[in-house]
């Protein structure tokens, strides 16, 4: 039969040794960000966390002086209901509601139509909306959403085609 031994009492050293990586850690983690390179890290830290936070501020203010700057809005020129942004420099700019194509007038003051309206919905007959041509809706259902569901007349289909001609002259001068 064997004896088990009490175990040794546990001296003053003994609790130092277990905290003491925790104290020398916290030693050398001082004594970093006390010398010049620590103070580079924090210089460099703090630089990258304050730019963190203010980019979307900077981004937020850039992006609504350039709106004012080279964009114009006013309302639909086609349908009215809507108001439409369009670059200052001529580009077109679709309407959501009616699928008109605008753009800023020579002057700069106003919306213009680039194209007649009705020419992109229903094949030139008008009605609808952009979004109703592209996913169905308004007074046409199920399949027909591809077929007109009024038949134009004889007089829309000749005022549709008399006022999308376009007519080219030259001009020769004699001397």
Not at 142 to 165: C, N
Request: aromatic share 10%; glycine share 10%.
């Amino acid at each position: 039969m064997s004896y088990q031994l009490p175990p040794s009492p546990k001296g003053p050293l003994e609790d130092l040794k277990a905290i003491l990586p925790t104290i020398g850690t916290g030693i050398l983690v001082a004594l970093f960000f006390a010398s010049p390179l620590g103070a580079a890290f924090f210089a460099i830290f703090n630089s990258l966390f304050v730019l963190a936070l203010l980019t979307p501020f900077i981004l937020f203010v850039g992006f609504q002086v350039w709106s004012a700057l080279y964009t114009f809005e006013a309302p639909c020129p086609s349908c009215g209901q809507l108001p439409v942004r369009a670059l200052k420099n001529g580009e077109p700019s679709v309407c959501l509601n009616c699928g008109a194509f605008s753009r800023v007038n020579e002057k700069g003051d106003g919306l213009e139509l680039c194209n007649n309206p009705y020419d992109m919905l229903n094949e030139g007959m008008g009605g609808g909306s952009l979004f109703d041509s592209l996913f169905g809706g308004g007074s046409m259902s199920g399949m027909s959403d591809f077929v007109s569901a009024d038949a134009p007349s004889e007089e829309q289909r000749k005022k549709v085609k008399r006022q999308g001609t376009i007519i080219d002259v030259e001009v020769e001068r004699d001397d």
